[in-house]
C-alpha cells in the first residue's frame, strides 16, 4: 500500500525541515520585508510597513492619551555627548557607527583632509544624551515636570550577525523619555509603560508575553532597572519584544539635568525611557505563520478581508466585479476593533486561483473568492486564514456582511490561543536540578521547532558566577517574573539557596 502524499505546502522549506530558512521565504513571500543593497539594511515593502503603520498608530495614541508628546531629534548625535554616561557609552561602542568626514574628494571618492570633522558624530543608536541635553535646558522648575515625551525615528546599530526584521543595521522605532521629581513617579511611568506594551503585545499583536525585570547584567547600559517583555517564538527561542527602563539619576547627573524643588533647593531629576521596533514584525512572523506563509492578527493587517474575483470568461467580468465592489462598499461600513473594517477588491490581471494563494502567504485574515455563482445566488465563499485546513464555507452575503466584526474578532483570539498554548507547553518548570538543566540544554535545537525546546523556569540565586555555566549552552536568562511566589528553593545553576524564578532560554 502507498503512503498517502502530504498536501505540499506554499512555503519551501517547512518548519520542521528548516525553520531559520523557512522564516527567511515567510518574511519574503508574505512582502513584509527584502535585503536592500546595504550589508544588514532591510526594504520594508508595503504589507511590512502596512503592519507597522497600525502599529504605530495605536501606540502613538495609547501615548497621547497618557499625556506624552511627539518630538524630533537629530540623526547625529557628538560623541562627548555619549561619554559624559560611561556605562552608555561602554555598553553601545561596539554597535556605533560614526562620522568622521563631511565631503569626499572629487576624483576618486577618497575622504577629503579638509572635511575632517572637528568632532565624531554617532549615528543614533539611542537618543537619551541628545535629548537629556536638551532636557536640562528645558527643566528649571518642578513646574515643568513631569516632561513626557516620545519620538518615532530610525536608528543605526551596527549588527555583526544581522537577521531581517528581527537584528537590522537600521530600523524603525519608538523611544519615550520622560523627566520627573521622585524616583516613586519615575517607576510608576516605568511601569505604566511596560503595561502599555504586554496589552499592546497580547491584544493587538495577538503575542502572549512575560512581564519582568532583566538581571543587572542584562540592563540597558546606564539604567537602574531594565523591564521588559519577552515571547516564545515557534522553534522554542525567546525574543525581547519591548524594554521599560527606570533610569534612576544617572544620566540626569552626567548630563546635570537639575531642577528647583518645592523646598527651594536644586535636585536631578529622574529619567525613564522605553522603545519597541520592527523587531516585533519579526515576532510576529515566528510565532503566527505557517507553512502556507504568514497569518496576520486582524487587528494589524493592512487589509482584514480580501475580495478575489474570480473570472470564467470575459462575460462574468462586468456583474463580478460590480458585485464584489458593492461587497467592499458594504463591508466598509462595518466596523471592528474601533474602526472601520478594511476591505480590498484584487482586480489585478492574473488567475484567481494565483490571487487567492497570494493573499494566503500575504497573511490576510478573511478572504473571498467570488464566482458568477456567488454573484446569483447573493452568497459569499469565505476562507478563514488561521483555519485554512477547514476549507471554503458559503455564507449568505447578508450573513457574512453582518457577522464580519465577529468572524475578524474569533481570529485574533485563536491566533492568541494558540500563541499561548504553544508557549505553556514549552516553559517547563519541573527542571529543578544542574544535572536536568544540563541534559535539557544539551539536546539541539537546530532548526526544528518540533522538539520540547522552549523556556525552563527555575530559580536562580543571583551569583554572577553562575553566568559563565549558561555561556557554554548559549542560553541566557530572559527576565525575572513579575509574578514571584516567594518560595525558598535552590538555584538549578549552582545548588545555593534562592527564592527568585527566572526565565531561561535560547534567544534571537
Not at 136 to 151: G, H, M
Not at 290 to 311: H, Y
Not at 481 to 505: K, Y
Request: hydrophobic share 40%; net charge negative; aromatic share 10%.
Amino acid at each position: 500500500m502507498s503512503t498517502p502524499q502530504q498536501p505540499k505546502a506554499a512555503i519551501t522549506p517547512t518548519r520542521t525541515e528548516n525553520y531559520a530558512e523557512w522564516y527567511q521565504q515567510v518574511v519574503r513571500a508574505s512582502d513584509m520585508a527584502e535585503l536592500s543593497g546595504v550589508r544588514g539594511c532591510m526594504i520594508l515593502k508595503p504589507n511590512g510597513y502596512g503592519i507597522w503603520e497600525l502599529m504605530r498608530d495605536y501606540l502613538d495614541a495609547s501615548f497621547k492619551e497618557s499625556g506624552h508628546e511627539n518630538y524630533y531629534f537629530p540623526l547625529f548625535i557628538p560623541l562627548s555627548y555619549f561619554q559624559k554616561e560611561a556605562d552608555h557609552v561602554e555598553g553601545f561602542a561596539k554597535e556605533m557607527a560614526v562620522v568622521t568626514h563631511h565631503r569626499l574628494t572629487s576624483k576618486d571618492g577618497a575622504l577629503c583632509p579638509d572635511g575632517e570633522l572637528e568632532e565624531p558624530l554617532i549615528v543614533r543608536p539611542t537618543s537619551e544624551t541628545v535629548i537629556g541635553t536638551a532636557m536640562a535646558k528645558w527643566i528649571k522648575s518642578y513646574r515643568d515636570l513631569p516632561l513626557l515625551l516620545n519620538q518615532w525615528a530610525n536608528v543605526v546599530r551596527w549588527e555583526m550577525r544581522p537577521r531581517i526584521l528581527l537584528r537590522t543595521t537600521e530600523f524603525l522605532w519608538q523611544e519615550g523619555h520622560t523627566a520627573h521629581e521622585t524616583r516613586e513617579e519615575a517607576m510608576q511611568e516605568t511601569l505604566q509603560i511596560l503595561e502599555v506594551y504586554r496589552v499592546f503585545a497580547e491584544e493587538v499583536l495577538a503575542l502572549p508575553v512575560i512581564t519582568g525585570t532583566k538581571p543587572p547584567h542584562e540592563r540597558f547600559p546606564g539604567a537602574v532597572e531594565t523591564f521588559t517583555i519577552e515571547s516564545m517564538m515557534q522553534d522554542g527561542r525567546a525574543l525581547q519584544g519591548g524594554t521599560s527602563h527606570y533610569l534612576g539619576q544617572n544620566f540626569s547627573k552626567s548630563l546635570d539635568i537639575q531642577f528647583q524643588t518645592r523646598e527651594g533647593s536644586l535636585a536631578h531629576v529622574h529619567t525613564t525611557s522605553w522603545g519597541v521596533s520592527t523587531r516585533l514584525l519579526g515576532a510576529l512572523v515566528m510565532v503566527h505563520s505557517d507553512d502556507n506563509g504568514m497569518r496576520t492578527p486582524p487587528r494589524v493587517a493592512p487589509w482584514q478581508v480580501v475580495i478575489v474575483p474570480v473570472l470564467r470568461n470575459d462575460g462574468d467580468s462586468e456583474s463580478v466585479l460590480a458585485y464584489c465592489e458593492k461587497l467592499r462598499v458594504e463591508l466598509g461600513t462595518q466596523t471592528y476593533a474601533n474602526g472601520k473594517v478594511r476591505v480590498r477588491v484584487d482586480k489585478r490581471d492574473i488567475s484567481g486561483a494565483d490571487k487567492k494563494w497570494d493573499w494566503i502567504k500575504k497573511g490576510a485574515p478573511l478572504i473571498l473568492e467570488i464566482g458568477p455563482k456567488d454573484v446569483a445566488a447573493e452568497k459569499v465563499c469565505l476562507l478563514r486564514r488561521d483555519q485554512l485546513d477547514a476549507g471554503k464555507r458559503f455564507l449568505e452575503r447578508r450573513a457574512f456582511i453582518e457577522g464580519v466584526s465577529a468572524e475578524l474578532a474569533s481570529i485574533q483570539q485563536n491566533l492568541f490561543d494558540q500563541a499561548l498554548t504553544f508557549q505553556k507547553a514549552r516553559t517547563h518548570t519541573h527542571i529543578k536540578t544542574r544535572e536536568a538543566f544540563d541534559a535539557y540544554f544539551s539536546k539541539d535545537s537546530g532548526n526544528s521547532f518540533s522538539t520540547d525546546q522552549g523556556f525552563v523556569r527555575a530559580k536562580w540565586s543571583g551569583d554572577p558566577a553562575s553566568l559563565a555555566l549558561l555561556d557554554e549552552r548559549g542560553v541566557t536568562i530572559r527576565c525575572i517574573p513579575l509574578d514571584q511566589s516567594g518560595e525558598e528553593g535552590f538555584c538549578v545553576l549552582t545548588g545555593q539557596p534562592a527564592t527568585q524564578e527566572v526565565i531561561f532560554a535560547r534567544a534571537y
